[in-house]
Each structure stands twice: as structure tokens, then as C-alpha cells.
């Protein structure tokens, strides 16, 4: 039987900053290069991965109908990436 884990995956983020300084995700390059386009923020605020450790700005992200967690530490960006082991 598999089991999922996480790990923390760190990734590329492109991002919009408005007049404010307000950044706003737009894409994450996974690895390999693979793109994902990020269809909506939904939230955000301060909090850390209680799966992976962690922690900073919590983006909550749409991506292809999916919610997802993004997260902007210190200068990084993580996401929370699934592994199936046995």
C-alpha cells in the first residue's frame, strides 16, 4: 500500500508587485521547469507548514481547480510537495 509524505520544495515564483509593494504570485516553476499558472490567491497570512516545517506569508493558491498552499520565506518560496512511498 503507498503512503503519501511531503517534503519542502523549493521553487521559482514569479510575482507582481503593485504601487504598495503587495506581492502577488503569478506562476511557479516547478522542478524540471514545469510552470504552473497560480488561477487565484485566496488568502494570505502569517503561518507555518505543519507538514514540512517552516513557515512565513501562507499563500492559499487555486491551481488547475486544486487548493494549494505557497509560502514566502525570507526570501524563498516552498510549497508542500506530495511523495508516495510504500
Known sequence: MLSVSCRKAYV??????????SLHPRFIR??????????????????ASKKVGGGGIRYTVMIRGKE???????????????EACR
Open 12 to 21: 521559482s515564483v514569479n510575482v507582481d508587485i503593485d504601487e504598495e509593494g
Open 30 to 47: 516547478w522542478e524540471g521547469g514545469l510552470i504552473f499558472q497560480i488561477d487565484q490567491v485566496l488568502y494570505k497570512c502569517r503561518a
Open 68 to 82: 494549494s498552499y505557497l509560502f514566502h520565506e525570507g526570501d524563498k518560496w516552498f510549497v508542500e510537495a506530495k
